[in-house]
């Protein structure tokens, strides 16, 4: 696979000249001041994309080209959204970007509850804990109904937390929930000014009696509307499962299983309509079994994150090392490597170690953790590149 690096733009303080040296070959990012919704012309990609090529790497992939909320929930105005997508695509496409990652989950990213849960070895790890996400539901937000989303033994755990948290710990809940972990890739939540609480409680009402079948409909629509400019131009549009996978805060989630993405690769049959393969959203799930699940979509895998988790008791999961969880990076590879070694890949999150979390990089996004990730998977390719070549598998 084609080593690939999460490139924030000229304001990530790690330089594509840094990358090159340790064997990054493509970049993956996205036009991250653009707020979701407005066209990205020509004249903006070109200048990220020359940007990149003048250090002698490409744009390979763009992540994510952010779908907006009313294009999720069948708004009046999604006929024009989607217009302004297809404009953004057509753009990319004439500028020669060919790889597209998006997802479908309503109102909010990826989730985590502790950004550095603490390792015995001194590193720390991202880290969901399912009664501090359920404190924050029931408590934080306050709503309505949400003590039924949750089963006895978490609404426990939720009483105890309640009995001991103070005010500085709900704001670390909200700082952790909302602003640190969507502020970088949701521009609905990015900058200052604003009540996070309360954009956050109205963008669910915005989903107030949206069901799973629904929002497949509305992603169904949406993609047969979009899929013509992603022929025309070869683009290869490959959603991003959810993270963690399963509903969260009464709103459905549709990529979440192997029979949630079949269905999508089904729903609009059409080799550009691909996935990405998220091995660690995926392992954070105890009901997904990655190496069938990889096995099955390879052929429609047109982008991998690699990264795994370990699933502990109650709910939570906790980012693991590369080489560990239960993702089997290296069956993984395996599979992708034998199906397309072209397929570009990215380490995706890593442990924060050696003072990556002073230096104000995104969570999870730290220097020396992915170059070690990126350094152990890149042994793990050579190791099954050799065993291809020698038809051991
Ligand atoms: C977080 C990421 C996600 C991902 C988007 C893709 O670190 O894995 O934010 O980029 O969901 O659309």
Not at 185 to 204: E, I, Q
Not at 277 to 282: D, Y
Not at 358 to 387: H, K
Request: net charge negative; with cysteine; proline share 5%.
């Amino acid at each position: 696979m084609e080593k690939d690096w999460r490139w924030f733009g000229r304001k990530d303080r790690i330089t594509l000249p840094m990358l090159r040296q340790i064997g990054v070959e493509g970049i993956v990012t996205a036009l991250h001041d653009v707020p979701i919704g407005e066209v990205w012309t020509v004249a903006q990609i070109s200048e990220v994309k020359d940007f990149i090529e003048s250090f002698s790497l490409h744009w390979s992939v763009v992540e994510s080209l952010p779908v907006s909320e009313v294009i999720k929930y069948a708004g009046p105005d999604r006929d024009v959204l989607i217009e302004n997508y297809r404009k953004s695509l057509t753009n990319l496409g004439k500028c020669g970007i060919r790889t597209v990652c998006y997802n479908f989950m309503p109102v909010i990213d990826w989730i985590r509850t502790d950004l550095e849960y603490p390792s015995p070895d001194g590193s720390t790890s991202l880290y969901f804990d399912m009664a501090e996400f359920a404190y924050f539901d029931i408590y934080i937000l306050e709503r309505k109904d949400a003590r039924k989303s949750y089963s006895a033994d978490v609404l426990r755990r939720v009483e105890n937390l309640a009995a001991r948290f103070t005010e500085k710990d709900r704001a670390r809940l909200v700082d952790v929930i909302i602003t640190k972990t969507q502020g970088f890739v949701n521009s609905n939540f990015a900058g200052t000014g604003f009540d996070p609480v309360a954009l956050f409680r109205d963008m669910l009402k915005l989903f107030e009696g949206i069901t799973k079948d629904q929002l497949r409909e509305n992603l169904r629509y949406f993609l047969a509307a979009v899929m013509p400019v992603c022929d025309e131009y070869g683009i290869d549009l490959c959603i991003h499962p959810d993270d963690p996978p399963m509903p969260v805060l009464g709103l459905p989630r549709i990529v979440t299983s192997a029979e949630d993405i079949d269905w999508i690769l089904k729903a609009v049959d059409n080799p550009h309509n691909g996935l990405t393969f998220c091995a660690g959203s995926l392992s954070s799930g105890a009901h997904n079994d990655l190496v069938p699940m990889a096995k099955k979509f390879a052929k429609r895998t047109r982008f991998v994150h690699l990264r795994s988790c370990d699933v502990l008791p109650g709910g939570n999961f906790v980012e693991a090392s590369h080489t560990a969880g239960r993702a089997h990076l290296v069956e993984l590879i395996r599979i992708f490597e034998k199906t397309n070694p072209m397929l570009p890949m990215r380490v995706d999150h890593a442990k924060t170690i050696l003072g990556d979390g002073d230096r104000g990089y995104n969570p999870g996004y730290g220097f020396y953790g992915r170059m070690l990730a990126l350094g152990q998977v890149d042994g793990m390719m050579a190791a099954v590149r050799n065993e291809l070549e020698k038809k051991i598998i």
